[in-house]
């Protein structure tokens, strides 16, 4: 982050505005309503703006700004035309240590003005680090439009019961949950609905029933292939939720960061011989997170019951009789696929699919590959990069053409998104030219022959590499 996103009290606090005109008039208002004390200075200041500072309890100085101007100020806001000045003003109050904002000049600042949802005591600020003053003010009157004036209300009731709850519950956890069930229930829809007496009398009501939380639940969510756009609502939702995060090496970081703030996070990523913790370590650890009585987020790459290992994380959880979700993730075959413009299925050339892992053990991969070699068939090879050489020369040597289009995707649908294209006899000869990135996924079929039609997500830039081209019927 470029700045660190505060909500400063400027109640009764000296503030000064330099400038006289309509944005300076804009930045004192803002000001005058959180409670400050406004002071103008500029040779020739706007009538309404005197009005403000003086119903403000600041004062009006129309002259040029000079540096003894800020003494005993807490916040400056050149808001004028002139570079210059500006320039003057941010100096002046940084060398006092003084925060200032600088209008349409970022670089001159060191706090940033957010737009903002007013829902007071709620306040949403939204910043572009003032690189797009316009999308921040976008962004806000989208927020307007779906965050009703009544969470303004609903607001104040919870602050008026605080104190209350924290007496009752006095359990951090406990208290979290009790107040994410009260605003996430009836009591929030009564005061949508402005019947705040029912709703007071009801989170009394919810608040001397309050019992112990019960024991806690894992939450096994698919994260899908890597695009945070990919994920699901449900997803998001627990996510938020979560009081502890496992994730793996699959796993974006972009997705990790969409997960609760304040939640505690354990790595537990897997790559080839290198395990940060083994399999029957991370199921143990689940059940012991949940018995703590945690909500705990299992955040796994792809889909969690394709290649994911899912079944046997819940195994034990189920003998504990621990109650848990599974959230399905959109798998690495149908995500990476479609970014790459290759159909899995179609008519003419594929009427099934088969998802293989080709992951080694013991340097061998042992294969129906006797199943796997059918024309009409797409086969999806899931951590097939070592055992490359092995899948084509296997796959040709019983039955499949060497000339069958094969693609190797490399980390699908994040921005490294790219695309090999080859085919059987030649694939790896390209890859071992190639600079390739786990995780890959291999595709192998006539519909490769697609996606030169068909491929839609890369940039001129990411293009990806072939060395095969469509035929007539293909086309």
């Known amino acids: ?151 303004g209300k609903l607001t104040e009731l919870v602050g008026q019961f605080r104190d209350q709850v924290r007496k009752r519950i006095p359990d951090f956890n406990q208290r979290r949950d009790f107040w994410e069930r009260i605003l996430q229930g009836p009591v929030a829809e009564l005061m949508f609905a402005g019947r705040r007496d029912a709703a007071s009398d009801m989170l009394e009501e919810e608040l001397r029933d309050a019992r112990p939380a019960p024991r806690g639940e894992v939450y096994l969510v698919g994260a899908g292939p890597g695009d945070p756009d990919l994920l699901t609502f449900k997803a998001l939702r627990l996510m938020q939720k979560a009081d502890v995060v496992l994730h793996d090496r699959l796993v974006a970081p972009q997705i990790v960061d969409l997960c609760r703030k304040d939640a505690e996070y ?27 009585g ?18 046997e994380e819940l195994a034990g959880l189920a003998e504990e009789r621990i109650p848990f979700q599974v959230v399905p993730g959109i798998t690495a075959a149908a995500g990476c696929a479609s970014y790459s413009g290759i159909p899995l299925t179609h008519r003419d050339y594929a009427q099934s699919v088969r998802f293989v892992t080709g992951h080694l053990k013991d340097n061998s991969m042992n294969l129906p590959w006797q199943e796997l070699v059918h024309k009409q068939q797409t086969v999806v090879f899931y951590m097939g990069l070592q055992g490359l050489e092995i899948i084509c020369r296997e796959m040709i040597a019983h039955g499949r053409e060497p000339e069958t289009p094969i693609a190797l995707i490399q980390q699908g649908t994040t921005p490294n998104h790219k695309v090999l294209v080859g085919t059987l006899a030649n694939m790896p000869a390209l890859v071992a030219q190639e600079e390739v990135a786990a995780p890959t996924l291999i595709i192998v079929g006539e519909v490769v022959k697609l996606r030169e039609q068909l491929a839609w997500y890369e940039t001129p830039q990411q293009e990806a590499i072939s060395t095969t081209k469509p035929t007539q019927e293909g086309q």
């Open 1 to 151: 982050m470029d700045y660190l996103p505060l909500f400063t009290r400027v109640s009764g606090a000296h503030c000064v505005v330099v400038g006289g005109g309509t944005v300076a008039l804009r930045k004192a208002g803002a000001l005058a309503r959180a409670g400050a004390r406004v002071t103008a200075i500029a040779p020739d200041i706007c009538d309404e703006l005197k009005v403000l500072c003086r119903d403000s309890g600041g004062a009006v100085r129309e002259r040029a700004f000079a540096g003894d101007d800020l003494n005993q100020a807490m916040l400056v806001i050149a808001a004028t035309d002139d570079t210059a000045v500006n320039r003057e003003v941010s100096e002046a109050a940084q060398s006092r240590q003084i925060l200032v904002n600088v209008v349409d000049q970022p670089e001159l600042c060191t706090v940033i003005l957010p737009s903002i949802v007013d829902r007071s005591p709620l306040i949403i600020a939204v910043s572009s680090g003032g690189r797009s003053p316009v999308l921040a003010r976008l962004l806000r009157a989208k927020l307007e439009s779906t965050i009703p004036a009544s969470y």
């Open 266 to 292: 354990i790595y537990v990523g897997k790559a080839r011989s290198n395990h940060t913790m083994p399999q029957d370590d991370i199921n143990s650890l689940l059940v012991k997170l949940a018995k703590e």
């Open 294 to 311: 945690k909500r705990v987020l299992r955040l796994k790459g792809g889909d969690p019951f394709i290649f994911g290992r899912g079944g």
